[in-house]
């Protein structure tokens, strides 16, 4: 898996939509990107991946760019419970996790204010 | 929802010991991984596993880590001879199929005095 990178942080407020952008610029055609979260004393957790295409789940909505050099998660609403390292990863593999495991960067810690 | 279960929640050991850290995946999922988190630091990827062998395996997992599916439910992490750099959160992980994300459990703490 090849790197990304994204802010080591961002704040926010409660309520509010929040856009975390991942630059992945060496992504190969094949690659999927995914985003993972981590909270508080947690495990990492799935939160959306795609291809193209935007993509849109119960968690979050992913913005692809047209040249797939970059992303944005979305999340509509923030909530408290948001708050956590959120990691953008574009796999070689061009699937979830597959026999592969994914690599890990630093994330964007992200903070949410009440 | 099903959920990736990991035991201990944390683990001491002395240098030099061995210890096992046992995962139960969930039940219908195919694909297994064990990832370690030092404190402060990135989530690494060690191992993975599929069909009953190692798909893939990282620098980190020397000869002092093997791993084992010795039933059809449990997936475990044994580290032969433990080092004080061991010490980290351990995350099991599994996956439906080649194409599913990843549900990890909630990790044991190492901690290697």
């Known amino acids: 898996d090849a790197k990304t990178t994204q802010p080591n942080s961002m704040e926010s407020n409660e309520e509010e939509p929040v856009h975390l952008p991942c630059n992945h610029s060496?992504?190969?055609?094949?690659?999927?990107i995914h985003w993972y979260r981590q909270l508080p004393s947690q495990g990492p957790e799935y939160v959306i991946h795609?291809?193209?295409s935007n993509v849109n789940n119960r968690m979050a909505s992913l913005a692809i760019a047209e040249d797939r050099k970059s992303s944005t998660l979305i999340l509509h609403r923030a909530t408290l419970r948001d708050a956590a390292v959120y990691y953008c990863?574009?796999?070689?593999?061009?699937?979830?996790?597959?026999?592969?495991?994914?690599?890990f960067g630093k994330g964007t810690h992200l903070i949410i204010q009440p | 929802e099903p959920e990736v279960t990991q035991t201990p929640s944390h683990q001491v050991t002395q240098m030099g010991q061995e210890v096992i850290l046992r995962c139960v995946p969930i039940?219908?999922?195919?694909?297994f991984y064990w990832y370690r988190q030092i404190l402060g630091q990135k989530v690494e990827f060690l191992v993975s596993?599929?069909?009953?062998?190692?798909?893939?395996k990282s620098e980190i997992f020397d000869d002092q880590f093997s791993v084992e599916r010795p039933d059809g439910s449990n997936f475990t992490l044994k580290i032969r001879s433990t080092k004080l750099e061991d010490s980290a959160m351990y995350f099991c992980?599994?996956?439906?199929?080649?194409?599913?994300?990843?549900?990890f459990g909630n990790g044991t703490r190492l901690t290697v005095t």
């Open positions: 990863i574009h796999s070689g593999r061009g699937s979830g996790g597959g026999a592969d495991g994914l690599t």
């Open positions: 060496t992504i190969s055609g094949t690659d999927y």
């Open positions: 795609g291809l193209t």
């Open positions: 039940s219908n999922h195919l694909y």
């Open positions: 596993f599929y069909n009953n062998e190692i798909s893939e």
């Open positions: 992980a599994s996956a439906g199929s080649f194409y599913s994300p990843l549900h």
